[in-house]
């Protein structure tokens, strides 16, 4: 099994930065690409970006020039570094890992709250 443990959430005004960090354990070999979502009240959770085993990024259009996906592979860490931040930015931010032979995301963190204020 995998875990992992989102952190870093809180509440910012609009154009200000905030920093995620999701702490990855378990049983990690496997695991090649890591992404963050995220879901804002009453919409869909969406793929905000995501990171491969090498470095690689994808982002979403909506985060491109503003958000930073980084990984720490001897720490067992990825990052989220989210720079003018905007209301529309609210949302509960997941971090996920998949397997290299897996499409679908298989392991969750439990959120951390992304508040921007106006």
């Known amino acids: 099994q995998v875990q992992l443990v989102e952190s870093g959430g809180g509440l910012v005004q609009a154009g200000g930065s905030l920093r995620l960090s999701c702490a990855v354990s378990?049983?990690?070999?496997?695991?090649?690409?890591m992404a963050w979502y995220r879901q804002a009240p009453g919409k869909q959770r969406e793929l905000v970006g995501s990171?491969?085993?090498?470095?690689?990024?994808n982002y979403v259009e909506s985060v491109k020039g503003r958000f930073t996906i980084s990984r720490d592979n001897a720490k067992n860490m990825v990052f989220l570094q989210m720079n003018s931040l905007k209301p529309e930015d609210t949302a509960v931010y997941y971090c996920?890992?998949?397997?290299?032979?897996?499409?679908?995301?298989?392991?969750w963190g439990q959120g951390t709250q992304v508040t921007i204020a106006s």
């Open positions: 378990g049983n990690i070999s496997n695991i090649n690409t």
């Open positions: 990171i491969t085993s090498n470095g690689g990024t």
């Open positions: 996920a890992a998949r397997r290299m032979t897996e499409q679908k995301y298989e392991y």
